[in-house]
């Protein structure tokens, strides 16, 4: 689903077939790491399943492209750099590609936006931060999935440690004035997202 689309996108800044085939192997490596059960090509093709329900508020699709397919670039638990390495790694494939300076900059705070998930006065950003969390706001069934694949990956950490980090990062959401920036997603998601995490949190005690 996503090489095709890739390569689409790619071929819009006209590069060559060979060094486009040569990102996308780097992209799929990354995301394919036998470490990653829930930020691989499943979380990516989520992701853009959500964006394209709102691509018409989109100012500029090929930027949010771009930021799907760097997001989650480097992910390594044991590291708090992920999403800056993440953004700089962007900023190095759009600058090789000629893109104008100020679009790779929103590509940029784009991914780093993605850390926080706060709100943005870019649209644009508001509306990928809100896809990227969509999964909270999924059926249940689904996000026990999506938790326990989580789970899956900080596998190196006994439960107590764990369990600490994540009640914490589940609070967070909670305390928010609301989890979602956009009305389409607050419409969509936000009441599921909070009975979601409620549940969660209680599961978790």
């Not at 760097?70 to 700089?88: G, L, M, P, V, W």
């Not at 956009?182 to 409620?198: D, R």
Request: net charge neutral.
């Amino acid at each position: 689903m996503l090489k095709p689309i890739f390569y689409k996108l790619l071929e819009s800044y006209i590069i060559s077939e060979k060094e486009i085939k040569r990102l996308w192997m780097q992209i799929e490596k990354q995301h394919t790491h036998h470490e990653r059960f829930y930020h691989n090509f499943s979380h990516l093709e989520h992701l853009y399943t959500q964006l394209l329900a709102v691509k018409d508020h989109i100012n500029n699709w090929d930027i949010v492209l771009f930021a799907l397919f760097y997001h989650d670039y480097y992910y390594n638990i044991h590291r708090k750099d992920n999403e800056k390495r993440s953004a700089t790694k962007a900023f190095e494939i759009l600058t090789q590609i000629k893109l104008p300076v100020d679009q790779i900059e929103i590509c940029h705070q784009m991914i780093l936006s993605t850390l926080g998930h706060q709100t943005s006065t870019l649209s644009d950003i508001n509306y990928f931060t809100d896809a990227d969390l969509s999964i909270l706001g999924s059926d249940w069934v689904s996000y026990q999935i999506y938790f326990k694949n989580v789970r899956l990956e900080y596998s190196f950490y006994p439960d107590f440690m764990y369990k600490k980090g994540r009640s914490k990062m589940l609070k967070h959401f909670l305390d928010m004035p609301s989890i979602f920036k956009t009305a389409y997603f607050y419409q969509q998601f936000e009441q599921q997202a909070k009975s979601n995490i409620s549940r969660e949190l209680d599961l978790s005690q």
